[in-house]
């Protein structure tokens, strides 16, 4: 039992480390598989289990004899479960009707079908086959297949069934059967029991009659041979081992010159014999060479995990040991057998020395050949074979005493050694080295590996890429260091190339899909979005078309930066070419990225997500150079570009910069001499001969423009990002296709959906487009693609006849407003803008003056000093002086922001013009509209009280206090909310406060005392509402503030029409 159960551990263990190595994620599984084959393994254990020192002399008799009567039971209860077994088995064996049978045997053409237990059987040994010649993923593969079988036990297989040979032993066996006539039969006569155990074959070998079912004890005496062939094989492997080693260890023997006396006397192939195995135990002082030489020997085949046979003598000759070889193994052991080399002879001594006393004499020299690196330095590798054996011996040792910032350095000998060695293990072994070289590879160490596996790859070919590279990158796919889950990332591209399409287009895309949803570097992330970009670029499965689509969504809307900008320079280009091959550019790809922009706008009335309307649109304008590639390739002309003569070169900005060279159309067409016979031919084409025919060109005219257009009429026109994202998509879609598609194709459209003109301006259906995003969209996306005068004479007219529009209409000016905000963003129109706004100053229209009145305000942001000072400040100037009161007060914000984006010189420099707009302030503010002088002057007031604070000369800073504190008096009478209260008129009375402190004391005393009243009301205010609208100045008449007040107004200089407003109710 014991026996059997030993014999049956060795390859369970290894497909479970194998699983466990290559799957991580069916660990658990394994573990339940582990805990159930324990259990049952548990049944068999037997009386030699049983720890016996538990049970000495001096413990209980009375608790011996209990455990004698459980091992009783014991037995008593494995035998029925054995005998159950056996029933059970036979039982299943038996499955096939009698009459079906007999059928099979009178027909032999007619196969018997495969029974449950047979399946099982050779699934179990063709897995075992694929583990032991490294088909690693295949046989990961095969074990998913079959899920519903353990390949880690052989009982799962049968309850009683003895494991047969593996597949090899099986195939070179199958010739040597002798099948036996019906009417003869073997006989043993006279033969004793143990003779009988001694020569009994393999079951398989003795026929069974059906009739008679295999007994318990036959079966475990199968057990028991198989054991013993086991540890028979072993012990042969091992002495083949040693066998190699002392030939290496006697031709070395040859070559000293301390054993020059014997070396031509030695036969060419001597003994065993001749090489003594130990010291002499009488001569314990003094070191046998020869001995120390074979003991390393011994200490270096521990290393290897070969286990060496103690029942076999060890001083066997080697001839008669390959002679019990197989012809075919021994063929193959003495490949590795160093060749033989002429004898070299050495001068004899004219001495009268004993050998004996020479050898001794010798022993004193300090020669270290009794470990593992004396082993190897003393002898001397005479082939490339054994040099590639010594490589794989001696480099897991060098590498750990190799300093890491050097370790480098080994990667050439390492991946030299991988390529050569003849050892699957030893191979398995290096790469493992290599992939673990280094702990935390920096970006230049990952480099010099990637080049290492890349030549390793196409020396070697893709079945050992796919056996040998591919389960060192999954082993490390989940390592806690971020660089080493970078080197995989890594390497799954630089593989791509040289691994079978199969592999690449489903085990390493699934690598890599788990690496871009569960990792959480963003240096691993972007890896692996350039790898996948590099599949993309050898995929040609169409099935994986659709997971390639989900990867490019997942990648764009990765929340790192670093993961956008590698998806739209490398995936998205490699993913879109592919597409184009497949014909799902305009049939599926662009048209599913418009059902997400529409979708977004339908589902965003009262909120859009601005994040995924960017990331689908980013999108969108990445695909303008494939589409216009695709444009080129399929036009009528495609076939007459021909590279012949000379051919006009392409303007440097023809086409927009491209963001990686993935997008540039001239690699995608091919080269730039190619593209540029094509954009000749594609310009004669569009100019003259038009698009008949031309379907790649007719869908982006027909369905493109137009739905997007209609996306375009969709956007909210105050979300300043949508407005930007869709100009800047116009914007490289016209520069790409052309200034003539632009002037024939796009701007027609364009002006279809605006129809500007007079007819329309009191339509109230003309007008609605005009409200839109579609008027900034068109005219910083199209009419801003081109700069030459005419293109900047119509983008004038536009904004013009735009402005005129939507002032006499009386319309929103949100489109104007987006309008001036996008351009006014590039210096380059802000004269062109000013010239649109000069024609509103002049305009007959009161309604168009005060539109231009207002525009001010967005241009001056970010407006050069020369130009506020040339044509801004008379514009305003003009304005402000209008006949009409509302043109005039239109003025007022621009004028607000010349004081907060002029500089500080410039401000000192205009000291009287601030002082007059504070004046302005404090006479118009009382009697304005309430909306103005809560959002414009009371604002802007606290703004200039804070702006005095910091002024240097006391004469100006006093000035302008003065006049503030006359404005904050004059404004103190009007109904101030709460939040206006605490955010803007408080705190600019307290910056005022500051400002009268060190300039004007008598000042300070009635401001603390606004401040302090402000207060009071601002926290009575939930307790207590106010009636009416009820003035600060009314509330200061408390006899005590009042008696205060009056005190110091005798010490006031102010002039008393402004003190009497102080009093003043509301009118």
């Not at 179990?124 to 993923?137: A, P």
């Not at 070969?306 to 076999?312: I, M, P």
Request: include cysteine; hydrophobic fraction near 40%; aromatic fraction near 6%.
């Amino acid at each position: 039992m014991a026996a059997q159960s030993s014999a049956l551990s060795p390859l369970p263990g290894l497909h479970h480390t194998a699983r466990q190595r290559f799957l991580p994620n069916e660990a658990s599984q394994g573990s339940a598989r582990r805990s159930f084959g324990t259990d049952r393994a548990g049944s068999i254990s037997t009386l030699d289990s049983l720890d016996f020192a538990r049970y000495s002399d001096d413990g209980n008799r009375e608790a011996d004899e209990r455990v004698a009567v459980l091992e009783f039971e014991l037995r008593k209860a494995k035998e029925t479960i054995q005998a159950l077994r056996a029933n059970l088995t036979q039982a299943a064996e038996n499955e096939v009707p009698l009459q079906e049978r007999k059928n099979y045997k009178s027909s032999p053409e007619i196969q018997e079908p495969m029974r449950p237990l047979e399946k099982r059987a050779l699934n179990f040994l063709v897995n075992e086959f694929l583990l032991k010649n490294s088909y690693k993923l295949t046989s990961i593969t095969f074990s998913d297949e079959n899920h519903d079988q353990d390949f880690e036990l052989w009982d799962d297989v049968g309850l009683n069934i003895p494991k047969p040979p593996d597949l090899l032993q099986l195939y070179r066996d199958f010739g040597n059967h002798h099948v036996t006539a019906k009417d003869v039969v073997d006989v043993a006569v006279g033969v004793d029991e143990d003779e009988l155990e001694a020569t009994t074959p393999i079951m398989g070998n003795v026929p069974i009659f059906e009739t008679t079912p295999p007994s318990i004890e036959q079966c475990l005496l199968v057990q028991k041979l198989e054991d013993e062939i086991n540890v028979l094989n072993s012990e042969k492997w091992s002495l083949m081992e040693k066998i190699q080693r002392l030939e290496s260890e006697i031709d070395f023997l040859k070559n000293d010159n301390f054993a020059a006396s014997r070396v031509c006397d030695v036969a060419p192939h001597p003994s065993l014999e001749q090489v003594p195995l130990s010291v002499s135990e009488d001569n314990g002082r003094y070191l046998d060479i020869k001995s120390s030489e074979n003991d390393s020997k011994h200490g270096s085949t521990e290393g290897t995990n070969l286990s060496a046979s103690a029942g076999v003598d060890s001083r066997t000759s080697k001839d008669d040991t390959l002679n019990s070889v197989p012809s075919k193994e021994r063929q193959k052991m003495s490949s590795y057998v160093p060749s033989a080399k002429a004898a070299v002879h050495f001068d004899k001594p004219n001495r009268k020395l004993s050998a004996a006393f020479h050898q001794a004499l010798l022993s004193f020299c300090r020669m270290s050949a009794d470990s593992r690196l004396g082993s190897e330095v003393s002898r001397i590798a005479d082939s490339e074979k054994s040099v590639m054996l010594m490589l794989g011996r001696c480099l897991p040792h060098i590498v750990p005493n190799v300093l890491l910032a050097k370790r480098e350095e080994l990667i050439p000998l390492i991946l030299c050694t991988a390529c050569l060695h003849p050892e699957p293990k030893e191979r398995d072994q290096l790469l493992h080295i290599l992939f673990n070289l280094i702990k935390r590879p920096d970006d230049e160490q990952r480099q010099m590996i990637l080049t290492g596996c890349v030549a390793f790859a196409r020396h070697v070919g893709p079945t050992r890429v796919e056996a040998e590279l591919l389960p060192q990158c999954w082993e490390q796919i989940s390592h806690k260091y971020p660089e080493r889950r970078l080197l995989v990332a890594e390497s799954c591209g630089a593989l791509a190339p040289y691994l079978p399409k199969e592999i690449r287009s489903s085990l390493v895309l699934s690598m890599l899909q788990q690496m871009l949803m569960e990792d959480k570097a963003d240096l691993v992330r972007e890896a692996v979005i350039k790898s996948l970009g590099i599949i993309m670029g050898y995929i040609d499965d169409p099935d994986k078309y659709q997971q390639g689509f989900e990867l490019l969504l997942s990648a764009l809307g990765d929340p790192s930066e670093r993961v956008v900008s590698a998806t739209h320079q490398v995936f998205l280009p490699a993913y879109a070419a592919w597409t184009t091959e497949l014909g799902n550019l305009q049939f599926h790809l662009i048209p599913t990225l418009l059902n997400k922009i529409e979708k977004l706008l339908r589902e965003g009335e009262h909120g859009l997500d601005e994040h995924k309307l960017h990331m689908y649109l980013s999108a969108l304008q990445s695909l303008i150079p494939s589409l216009f590639a695709l444009v080129l390739q399929n036009a009528p002309f495609t076939s007459k570009a021909k590279l012949q003569g000379e051919v006009p070169q392409i303007e440097v900005t023809r086409f927009p910069r491209p963001v990686s060279p993935l997008q540039d159309v001239a690699t995608i067409i091919g080269s730039r001499e190619q593209l540029a016979a094509l954009l000749q031919l594609y310009d004669y084409q569009l100019e003259h001969e038009g698009t008949t025919g031309w379907e790649t060109l007719l869908w982006v005219v027909n369905q493109l423009l137009p739905r997007l257009i209609e996306i375009v009429g969709k956007i909210n026109v105050a979300s300043t990002a949508c407005v930007h994202e869709f100009s800047r998509f116009f914007w490289r879609l016209c520069r790409t296709f052309g200034k003539i598609f632009t002037n024939t194709k796009v701007k027609p459209q364009f002006q279809e959906i605006l129809r500007l003109s007079e007819e329309n301006i009191d339509s109230i259906a003309g007008n609605g487009v005009l409200t839109k995003a579609t008027v900034p969209i068109y005219a910083t996306g199209v009419l801003t693609c081109y700069i030459q005068e005419e293109d900047r004479k119509l983008l004038v007219g536009f904004l013009e006849d735009v402005m005129t529009m939507l002032s006499l209409s009386h319309a929103p000016l949100d489109s104007l407003k987006a309008s001036f905000v996008e351009l006014g963003a590039n210096p380059a129109y802000h004269e062109l803008l000013l010239t649109v706004l000069w024609y509103g100053v002049v305009h007959t229209s009161a309604l168009v003056r005060c539109t231009a009145a207002r525009m001010f305000e967005l241009t001056l942001r970010g407006m050069s000093e020369a130009l506020v000072d040339k044509r801004v400040a008379p514009a305003l100037v003009t304005l402000s002086s209008d006949p009409e009161f509302s043109v005039r007060i239109a003025t007022i914000p621009a004028f607000g922001t010349i004081m907060e984006t002029v500089t500080q010189r410039e401000y000192q420099d205009q000291h009287s013009l601030h002082t007059e707009i504070i004046k302005t302030f404090g006479r118009v503010g009382p009697n304005a509209e309430p909306r103005f002088r809560d959002e414009f002057v009371i604002p802007h007031l606290h703004k200039l009280a804070l702006v005095n604070n910091q002024q240097s000369v006391d004469s100006k800073r006093l000035d302008i206090a003065t006049h503030l504190f006359e404005a904050y008096s004059a404004l103190s009478c009007c109904f101030i909310s709460e939040d206006l209260m605490v955010n803007h008129f408080l705190p600019g009375l307290k910056c005022l406060r500051t400002d009268m402190e060190h300039l004007s004391p008598e000042h300070e005393v009635i401001l603390s005392s606004m401040i302090k009243e402000c207060e009071q009301k601002v926290e009575n205010k939930t307790v207590q509402e106010p009636q009416g609208s009820m003035s600060i100045a009314a509330s200061l008449v408390s006899e005590d503030t009042k008696t205060k007040f009056l005190n110091k107004m005798g010490q006031l200089t102010t002039s008393g029409a402004m003190l009497a407003n102080v009093f003043q109710r509301k009118k």
